[in-house]
């Protein structure tokens, strides 16, 4: 079946610098997916998502970049804030497109030092 | 606007009871997704629902179960409760046509077997 997974649970950077969590994914036919921020006691939040047809999207200060051929996905923040702290997951839709049931990896917490 | 709203927030059952959780959607959304996240993991897929049905279902067994309202409001139910069922429930809900970019997480229930 359908895996997700993280490189590193942890990442600790110092503010200012750019942050890079990466993800990795089984299934080849996954076409969406998508990067949570999820705060203690908190629900998780969209960030951002893209679609197997595009390599890279970019949002306020973040960036996705797919890789299908090695079936790896990274998410890219700059200029790291403090209140970037939290666990970050990224999910792939499995079925149909952005709709279909998301399978989520296991979260890595960034750490930003002041 | 409220958002999606969970209760309880925390509960506290013994092992071979019954519990139900409670989920109230964004305003406007119709489609409810719930999800088990256990301590230090990803949240798991359980079920979907829309238009008052069960839709779609993660490998979860039939102690889950689940309900919507004609209101969009959901319930989750699991029976025989497990100590391994203590998670944190998350509720997220969407339009039904709208993609997992536009769903929302509530806060969650931290379901507690002793």
């Known amino acids: 079946g359908e895996s997700v997974g993280l490189h590193l649970p942890t990442l600790s950077v110092q503010e200012g610098d750019n942050s890079i969590i990466n993800c990795a994914y089984s299934?080849?036919?996954?076409?969406?997916f998508i990067w949570y921020k999820q705060e203690s006691g908190k629900g998780p939040q969209f960030i951002i998502d893209i679609r197997s047809n595009m390599d890279k999207r970019q949002g306020q200060r973040v960036t996705v970049l797919l890789n299908k051929t090695v079936k790896h996905l990274s998410l890219q923040i700059a200029a790291t804030q403090p209140g970037d702290s939290a666990v970050y997951f990224c999910a792939v839709a499995y079925g149909s497109s952005n709709t279909g049931k998301l399978i989520f990896g296991q979260g890595t917490t960034l750490q930003v030092k002041p | 606007d409220a958002g999606v709203t969970q209760s309880p927030t925390h509960l506290i059952k013994t092992r071979g009871q019954q519990v139900t959780l409670r989920c109230s959607p964004k305003s406007g959304h119709d489609t409810v997704s719930w999800y088990q996240q256990a301590l230090g993991q990803g949240p798991q897929f359980i079920f979907q629902?829309?238009?008052?049905?069960?839709?779609q279902r993660g490998n979860f067994p039939d102690r889950f179960s689940g309900h919507q309202f004609p209101n969009y409001s959901s319930e989750l139910n699991v029976n025989a409760l497990l100590l391994g069922d203590s998670a944190l429930y998350l509720c997220?809900?969407?339009?039904?046509?709208?993609?997992?970019?536009?769903?929302?997480f509530g806060q969650g229930t931290r379901l507690t077997v002793v």
């Open positions: 997220a809900s969407r339009l039904r046509y709208r993609g997992h970019g536009e769903a929302f």
């Open positions: 629902y829309y238009e008052e049905e069960e839709r």
């Open positions: 299934n080849s036919a996954s076409d969406y």
